[in-house]
């Protein structure tokens, strides 16, 4: 597959690599040529870089890396975006205190007002980039997952299937306003990370356990508050 990074920073650097070493496509972009160009060279595996707005027309997928800025402030145009894949892996800024406002609209959801005619998905906002430092193995073994969603199913599934080439456990979360829980929880592992846990390699599981072979807690009884 053909991926273009649209901010080479952190995140689109470790990504990249990933699925560069799996063997897709990437084109690394930057806000100039030389940047992009170094990290290409840094990469390898037969990646290539230079500008966003070459990266954006290279990539069927496209790795949004840069945190509420509108596409239209970083490309030349946005029309290079219609009908591709925009995976938005961004969270907001963590204020002082981790004293969060509730999400009523979600990063995700703004780039996709602005831009339309692209296919948004939310993933990969969840864990820090030093966990992509395990990616495939041994990171495969301890299930960590990606929560993904976006209206486009197809996209979605997309999505799912290069969060699983790189070791993830791709969970799908339905459509794109279900990024505002998904981005909630972005926030919760920053204060695991940064204000509680203190280690970047804190993430989060989801897993499913086997059903108990009989309820001798009663069961699940109806009740107004459940």
Same mark, same amino acid.
């Given at each position: 597959?053909?991926?273009?990074?649209?901010?080479?920073?952190?995140?689109?650097?470790?990504?990249?690599?990933?699925?560069?070493?799996?063997?897709?496509?990437?084109?690394?972009?930057?806000?100039?040529?030389?940047?992009?160009?170094?990290?290409?060279?840094?990469?390898?595996?037969?990646?290539?870089?230079?500008?966003?707005?070459?990266?954006?027309?290279?990539?069927?997928?496209?790795?949004?890396?840069?945190?509420?800025?509108?596409?239209?402030?970083?490309?030349?145009?946005?029309?290079?975006?219609?009908?591709?894949?925009?995976?938005?892996?961004?969270?907001?800024?963590?204020?002082?205190?981790?004293?969060?406002?509730?999400?009523?609209?979600?990063?995700?959801?703004? @780039? %996709?007002?602005?831009?339309?005619? #692209?296919? =948004?998905?939310?993933?990969?906002?969840?864990? &820090?980039?030093? *966990?992509?430092? /395990?990616?495939?193995?041994?990171?495969?073994?301890?299930?960590?997952?990606?929560?993904?969603?976006?209206?486009?199913?197809?996209?979605?599934?997309?999505?799912?299937? @290069? %969060?699983?080439?790189?070791?993830? #456990?791709? =969970?799908?979360?339905?459509?794109?306003?279900? &990024?505002?829980? *998904?981005?909630? /929880?972005?926030?919760?592992?920053?204060?695991?990370?940064?204000?509680?846990?203190?280690?970047?390699?804190?993430?989060?599981?989801?897993?499913?356990?086997?059903?108990?072979? %009989?309820?001798?807690?009663?069961?699940?009884?109806?009740?107004?508050?459940?």
């Amino acid at each position: 597959m053909k991926i273009g990074i649209i901010g080479s920073g952190n995140m689109g650097r470790s990504l990249g690599l990933l699925w560069a070493e799996q063997g897709h496509e990437v084109f690394f972009g930057a806000r100039t040529k030389e940047k992009g160009q170094s990290i290409a060279e840094f990469v390898a595996n037969g990646t290539q870089g230079g500008t966003n707005d070459q990266a954006a027309n290279f990539g069927d997928v496209l790795l949004y890396t840069v945190r509420g800025i509108n596409p239209a402030e970083v490309l030349t145009s946005i029309e290079v975006l219609s009908g591709k894949i925009l995976i938005d892996c961004n969270n907001f800024e963590i204020p002082t205190g981790f004293a969060f406002s509730p999400i009523v609209q979600s990063l995700a959801e703004k @780039l %996709a007002a602005e831009v339309p005619n #692209a296919k =948004v998905v939310k993933a990969f906002n969840t864990m &820090a980039q030093e *966990v992509f430092e /395990l990616a495939p193995s041994p990171l495969f073994d301890y299930h960590v997952s990606v929560f993904i969603c976006g209206d486009d199913t197809q996209a979605r599934q997309t999505v799912m299937q @290069l %969060a699983q080439d790189i070791g993830f #456990a791709a =969970v799908d979360c339905g459509e794109l306003r279900h &990024a505002r829980l *998904v981005e909630g /929880l972005g926030d919760f592992i920053r204060l695991m990370i940064i204000g509680q846990l203190q280690n970047p390699y804190a993430t989060i599981s989801v897993n499913i356990l086997p059903a108990a072979s %009989a309820q001798r807690l009663g069961g699940r009884q109806p009740s107004e508050l459940s």
